[in-house]
């Protein structure tokens, strides 16, 4: 069955370092997005992206979070200069339509910023 | 300084027996709800969706209903398994966005 691969499963930076997580959503779908989970707390959306660009962001996605597909397979979180509050789960997910379609998500990349 | 964590409403059942989870959402507008399933060190897992347009649709062993005048939704799972045990979450949207709100989640315990 496929399923959306995230990597690394753990990722240990400094505080300040730029940092890459990265995600391979299933192969025929057309949205991506990525979603984070601080310890003990809701999974908070970041950001939907479709047809090469952001569809939706939310409030957490300021101008230190980026995303990109560099490629016709992956699809990748960036933040700049990581701060301690950035320490979280962070999942990947993708869907095959928009809006009320089924999304199916990774496994996750545990990031702890020091 | 201490970290503060929301505190998971929790529910023990019985194997065998139903379990019903509920969930508050906040916004009027929303008009598409999900409820996820997430167990320990994986990603949400769908489990099934409503619009609003429906007040109850029903899959294998789980039953969602919604209640758009009060805002209240609650995922009902006949005959309890193990392997049911996990955290439950509801989501709700907007039909035609891709932006979706997490609850705070409802663990459940299924005892054998």
């Known amino acids: 069955e496929p399923e959306v691969t995230q990597t690394p499963s753990h990722q240990v930076t400094q505080m300040g370092q730029e940092v890459i997580l990265h995600c391979v959503p299933i192969?025929?779908?057309?949205?991506f997005y990525w979603y984070r989970q601080i310890l003990g707390q809701k999974v908070e959306f970041l950001v939907s992206?479709?047809?090469?660009?952001?569809?939706?962001k939310s409030e957490i996605f300021d101008d230190q979070f980026s995303v990109e597909r560099p490629d016709g397979s992956n699809f990748t979180l960036k933040i700049r200069s990581t701060k301690l509050e950035d320490s979280a789960m962070y999942f990947c997910?993708?869907?095959?339509?928009?809006?009320?379609?089924?999304?199916?998500f990774g496994p996750g990349t545990r990031l702890t910023v020091l | 300084g201490e970290s503060v964590g929301l505190h998971l409403p929790t529910l023990s059942v019985q194997e065998g027996d139903n379990s019903i989870i509920n969930c508050a959402y906040s916004?009027?507008?929303?008009?598409?709800f999900i409820w996820y399933k997430q167990e320990s060190g994986k990603g949400p897992q769908f489990i099934i969706d409503?619009?609003?347009?429906?007040d109850k649709r029903q899959g294998q062993r789980v039953t969602v209903l919604l209640n758009k005048t009060v805002k209240h939704l609650s995922l009902q799972i006949a005959a309890t398994q193990p392997g049911d045990s996990a955290v439950y979450f509801c989501?709700?949207?907007?039909?035609?966005?891709?932006?979706?709100?997490f609850g705070t989640g409802t663990s459940l315990t299924v005892i054998p």
């Open positions: 997910a993708s869907s095959i339509s928009g809006g009320a379609g089924e999304q199916f």
């Open positions: 192969s025929n779908h057309l949205y």
């Open positions: 992206f479709y047809n090469n660009e952001i569809s939706e």
């Open positions: 916004n009027s507008a929303s008009d598409y």
């Open positions: 409503i619009r609003s347009n429906m």
């Open positions: 989501a709700e949207g907007a039909n035609t966005g891709n932006q979706f709100y």
